[in-house]
Antibody, heavy 120, light 112 residues
Framework: QLQLQESGPGLVKPSETLSLTCTVS??????????WGWIRQPPGKGLEWIGS???????YYNPSLKSRVATSVDTSKNQFSLKLSSVTAADTAVYYC????????????WGQGALVTVSS | QSVLTQPPSVSGVPGQRVAISCTGS?????????VHWYQQHPGRAPKLLIY???NRPSGVPDRFSGSKSGTSASLAISGLQAEDEADYYC????????????FGTGTKVTVL
């Protein structure tokens, strides 16, 4: 059974960079059939797609966040990562990593989520 | 602000059939892009409920069904059960601003 687990600091200061890693177990991140995505959810609000990355390094991002987002893949560790720069309180959210089908683009496996609070 | 609009809330009594709409436009659902649906219980990660408009992943009860027509999609829950009380989100692809995945605004289903 595929499992994803987010890890990283739960508190980030304003203007700094948020960094999260997603560790994939029970399957290979190098599969050609999938992208690996990040989705966030501010407290009490809806879901927002941040971006997705292919194991080969191809990326696509939400245009509203593109200037501040970077993602990467480490196939040797079966991990992928998210960096979001110049954060503000508006970036406070639960951040989910998820597997995304490369054909239909649905997210079929999700991590449990990591709450990241932006505060000084 | 999402480009896919859902009603904020829907309610029903056990056993009833309820439906949740997901209204988009010509740049997403109306362009023929697939719609997927997720169920989210409080404090939990979303769970894929319907993919490709009307397909259920293994393990999802056949009480859940999806459909799409024009610029809208719909999720129906027949035989509503207490455990169906959750938030539901639609998702599709929108090409207006390059390649973008978009989620709906979300609908809270309450079982009365």
């Amino acid at each position: 059974q595929l499992q994803l687990q987010e890890s990283g600091p739960g508190l980030v200061k304003p203007s700094e960079t948020l960094s999260l890693t997603c560790t994939v177990s029970g399957g290979s991140i190098s599969s050609s059939s999938y992208f690996w995505g990040w989705i966030r959810q501010p407290p009490g609000k809806g879901l927002e797609w941040i971006g997705s990355i292919y194991y080969g390094g191809s990326t696509y991002y939400n245009p509203s966040l593109k200037s501040r987002v970077a993602t990467s893949v480490d196939t040797s560790k079966n991990q992928f990562s998210l960096k979001l720069s110049s954060v503000t309180a508006a970036d406070t959210a639960v951040y989910y990593c998820a597997r995304q089908g490369s054909g239909w683009y649905y997210f079929d496996y999700w991590g449990q989520g990591a709450l990241v609070t932006v505060s000084s | 602000q999402s480009v896919l609009t859902q009603p904020p809330s829907v309610s029903g009594v056990p056993g009833q059939r309820v439906a949740i709409s997901c209204t988009g436009s010509s740049s997403n659902i109306g362009a023929g892009h697939d719609v997927h649906w997720y169920q989210q219980h409080p404090g939990r990660a979303p769970k894929l409920l319907i993919y490709g408009n009307n397909n259920r992943p293994s393990g999802v009860p056949d009480r859940f069904s999806g459909s799409k027509s024009g610029t809208s999609a719909s999720l129906a829950i027949s035989g509503l059960q207490a455990e169906d009380e959750a938030d539901y989100y639609c998702q599709s692809y929108d090409y207006r601003l390059s390649v973008v995945q978009v989620f709906g605004t979300g609908t809270k289903v309450t079982v009365l």
